[in-house]
């Protein structure tokens, strides 16, 4: 450098320093409109031996800084604002209540009725309602905004007051289900062991229904007869609130041994079938009373009691208090109801082409039935009485086949429909696990009952 003049030195000089602030200007430029240095160079290397050249990229800002400016600048508690509670009114309803004596005691009246239900069919539920259940009100400005019906523990319906009219919601709460096993042996009666093995009466009474077709519990039971069950425990944020259904179970009379598992269809409909598949249901329950006692049996060459003298007696009679409940024993339609002669208030009913029962001396009918009308299974047709010729209350029970009268203790019942083939597959794979409890201990069961089965878990 030293070799050059002095003229050469000064322009060299003031070019250098020309650069060095186009180069300092170039690059605050390029900070300032986002360019990465990687991108710059990448522009400027993109033609090889070209002129570097400036190129300038802007991008629309993502944020609105001023709104973030404001935000920043106001309390965290107006930011996001909590939610107000919403406060609810319950009423019990008490014995002779009805909704106007409820909706005034939580400060509505009759209009607030009428709009509930003007447009919401769901709100004729509320002319159901029961003491001991409860009806809770959310109320704003005097105005019902909400109301809340528990059926039950699990079950309540909900009412929302919409833009025109208000519109309802099922509410169903899933309980946990724990599974329980129990078994006895009959000393003495079937409620007494059932009550010995932690069963509730609904359960005994269940059971007793379950295998009621195939064994007669008011002649068949035996000292030394047993049980197993095998049931499900609900419970509700850990608090036991009953029983669920039997799941499976087993009955040994006699000797003979039944076993039955319950399925749910897939229309959600349940029954109660043989591990193989056979429904448990007959066509006729083998006794119309339950728990009744046989006070005379069939017998056509029986001393009439009344009239003393050889008469035949074409049915069994069932001892029980006075208005116990009789059962139809099948599906069928009445023919007759009214008085008959010696049979007193009587019933008969016609089971398609072949089958007919008859129930006597009943002390009264079910309300509603009537002379031409349907009637189900087990539906409660009348009360046991003492009417006609009858020397105290009991019921008089006769079974006809094609015309013929027949023994209805000893009558080989038909059974209803087994199993469809085309649910044969998912009937053994969800009643697999019950079938398999049933011969196992109490051990083994609780071990059982820990794995998840869809089936066990169902109610």
């Not at 005034?104 to 002319?127: H, T, V």
């Not at 116990?324 to 009214?338: E, W, Y």
């Not at 002379?371 to 003492?386: A, D, E, H, L, M």
């Amino acid at each position: 450098m030293n070799s050059f003049p002095l003229l050469h030195k000064i322009v060299a000089g003031t070019l250098l320093g020309a650069l060095g602030l186009s180069s300092l200007i170039a690059n605050k430029s390029s900070q300032a409109v986002g360019i990465q240095p990687e991108t710059e160079a990448a522009i400027t290397q993109a033609m090889p031996g070209a002129e570097p050249k400036l190129v300038i990229i802007t991008e629309k800002p993502s944020t609105d800084i001023t709104a973030i400016s404001s935000a920043e600048n106001q309390p965290a508690a107006a930011a996001v604002a909590p939610a107000a509670k919403i406060q609810w009114h319950t009423e019990t309803i008490k014995p002779g209540d009805n909704l106007s004596l409820i909706f005034k005691r939580a400060g509505l009246n009759d209009k607030d009725i009428y709009e509930l239900g003007k447009d919401c069919k769901e709100a004729k539920n509320l002319r159901k309602i029961h003491p001991g259940q409860s009806l809770a009100f959310h109320i704003k400005d005097q105005q019902l905004q909400e109301l809340r019906y528990q059926t039950d523990r699990l079950n309540s319906q909900h009412f929302v007051r919409g833009e025109k009219a208000f519109k309802a919601e099922k509410i169903t709460l899933k309980p946990e289900l724990r599974e329980s096993f129990q078994r006895a042996t009959i000393t003495s009666s079937l409620f007494l062991a059932g009550q010995k093995a932690g069963l509730s009466d609904g359960m005994i009474m269940e059971l007793a229904n379950i295998f009621g077709w195939d064994v007669d519990f008011a002649l068949d039971i035996r000292q030394g007869d047993s049980f197993k069950v095998l049931y499900n425990k609900k419970h509700l944020n850990g608090e036991f609130i009953g029983n669920g259904p039997i799941m499976a179970a087993e009955f040994t009379n006699r000797g003979k041994t039944f076993k039955a598992v319950r399925y749910t269809h897939q229309d959600g409909s349940s029954q109660y079938y043989t591990p193989k598949g056979y429904s448990m249901r007959k066509a006729f329950l083998r006794t119309p009373v339950d728990f009744a006692r046989i006070s005379s049996h069939f017998n056509l060459r029986r001393k009439h009691p009344v009239l003393n003298r050889i008469r035949a007696h074409k049915g069994t009679d069932y001892a029980a208090p006075r208005g116990t409940p009789i059962r139809a024993a099948g599906d069928g339609k009445i023919v007759h109801l009214g008085r008959k002669g010696g049979y007193g208030k009587a019933v008969v009913i016609k089971h398609g082409g072949a089958y007919k029962t008859l129930y006597a001396h009943m002390n009264n009918y079910k309300r509603g039935l009537r002379t031409g009308k349907r009637v189900k299974q087990g539906q409660i047709i009348g009360y046991v009485g003492s009417t006609g010729l009858a020397t105290g209350p009991h019921l008089h029970y006769e079974f006809y086949l094609n015309g013929a009268v027949r023994n209805p203790v000893t009558v080989k019942l038909p059974k209803a429909k087994s199993i469809p083939k085309s649910e044969r597959q998912r009937f053994e794979a969800n009643t697999k696990l019950q079938v398999a409890a049933l011969q196992k201990t109490e051990p083994a069961i609780q071990q059982l009952a820990s794995l998840d089965s869809p089936d066990t878990k169902r109610l």
